[in-house]
């Protein structure tokens, strides 16, 4: 039986950990030639060899994709190992929940820098590439490519004290909209996936400072247990391969229901 994404090439920020890890992990077992990113090159080196055991072509990229230099030559690797881009997960992000409205400006900028920035700079210069590629080849009316962001449910909160990841969450959700209708002539599909009590690697930290922040996600949330990364995944795979082909400018929550009646009194993502 053939796998969803074979043949294709995927694109991943964030790759070295947590959600972003199981993506890559799900997307190599789909078939997908992969061009993992990120900061965290000894996890990065690890998950690559990994998942190279299992057959895929896979190759790596360290560095800080706020910096533009860093993204053209994230490209350029790209291009120098494989001949198109047909999938791009932008799952690099930072999950800091405590940011009041005092608290110091270059935090704030940090925040919209990294869940914003990143995301437009790259998903840019990558919705380039795939027009480019398919300038030459016949229109069969099917999309030349999909963009998943990964997002949170904290878009649609608003404590004070996630303020910044609150409102950077929020703005990538409308980037992804925008995006979604800028690249529709261009039929680049671009869709998200807003996660909560999903069990990733910041979840996981929070969990082992304060053991009482986990019965009260399970009490908050409808379905009454927490997600695993890889049902955060599974959502990216199928907004990235041609299962959803008729869909773009999607925000998918994957939160058991949380967001629908959500009891927690602070955030805890």
Same mark, same amino acid.
């Given at each position: 039986?053939?796998?969803?994404?074979?043949?294709?090439?995927?694109?991943?920020?964030?790759?070295?950990?947590? +959600?972003?890890?199981?993506?890559? &992990?799900?997307?190599?077992?789909?078939?997908?030639?992969?061009?993992?990113?990120?900061?965290?090159?000894?996890?990065?080196?690890?998950?690559?060899?990994?998942? /190279?055991?299992?057959g895929s072509h896979v190759e790596i990229f360290c560095g800080d994709l706020r910096q533009n230099?860093?993204?053209?030559?994230?490209?350029?690797?790209? $291009?120098?190992?494989?001949?198109?881009?047909?999938? =791009?997960?932008?799952?690099?992000?930072?999950?800091?929940?405590?940011?009041? =409205?005092?608290?110091?400006?270059?935090?704030?900028?940090?925040?919209?820098? &990294?869940?914003?920035? +990143?995301?437009?700079? =790259?998903? /840019?210069? +990558?919705?380039?590439?795939?027009?480019?590629?398919?300038?030459? &080849?016949?229109?069969?009316?099917?999309?030349?490519?999909?963009?998943?962001?990964?997002?949170?449910?904290? #878009?649609?909160?608003?404590?004070?004290?996630?303020?910044?990841?609150?409102?950077?969450?929020?703005?990538?959700? &409308?980037?992804?909209?925008?995006?979604?209708?800028? =690249?529709?002539?261009?039929?680049?599909?671009?869709? $998200? @996936? $807003?996660?909560?009590?999903?069990?990733?690697? #910041?979840?996981?930290?929070?969990?082992?400072?304060?053991?009482?922040?986990?019965?009260?996600?399970?009490?908050?949330?409808?379905?009454?247990?927490?997600?695993?990364?890889?049902?955060?995944?599974?959502?990216?795979?199928?907004?990235?391969?041609?299962?959803?082909?008729?869909?773009?400018?999607?925000?998918?929550? @994957?939160?058991?229901? /949380?967001?629908?009646?959500?009891?927690?009194?602070?955030?805890?993502?």
């Amino acid at each position: 039986m053939e796998k969803l994404l074979e043949k294709k090439t995927a694109i991943i920020t964030g790759a070295a950990n947590g +959600v972003g890890q199981i993506i890559s &992990q799900k997307f190599s077992e789909e078939g997908a030639n992969l061009i993992l990113a990120d900061m965290d090159e000894s996890n990065l080196k690890k998950e690559a060899d990994l998942i /190279r055991k299992g057959g895929s072509h896979v190759e790596i990229f360290c560095g800080d994709l706020r910096q533009n230099l860093t993204i053209k030559n994230l490209l350029a690797l790209s $291009a120098k190992t494989f001949k198109n881009i047909d999938i =791009l997960v932008n799952a690099s992000r930072q999950v800091t929940i405590s940011h009041p =409205l005092d608290s110091d400006d270059m935090f704030f900028e940090e925040l919209m820098s &990294q869940n914003v920035g +990143v995301n437009l700079k =790259l998903s /840019r210069e +990558v919705a380039k590439k795939m027009i480019a590629q398919n300038i030459s &080849q016949p229109d069969s009316g099917t999309a030349i490519g999909s963009i998943v962001n990964l997002s949170s449910i904290a #878009s649609n909160r608003t404590l004070p004290d996630t303020l910044a990841y609150s409102v950077s969450s929020a703005a990538l959700d &409308q980037l992804t909209k925008s995006m979604a209708i800028s =690249l529709a002539e261009s039929k680049i599909r671009v869709n $998200a @996936v $807003a996660i909560g009590s999903v069990m990733s690697s #910041s979840l996981r930290a929070k969990l082992a400072k304060n053991k009482f922040v986990l019965e009260d996600l399970i009490a908050a949330t409808p379905l009454g247990r927490l997600g695993e990364a890889s049902e955060a995944a599974e959502a990216v795979l199928f907004l990235a391969s041609e299962k959803s082909s008729f869909i773009t400018g999607t925000i998918l929550t @994957v939160d058991g229901g /949380r967001s629908l009646l959500d009891r927690m009194p602070a955030a805890a993502y």
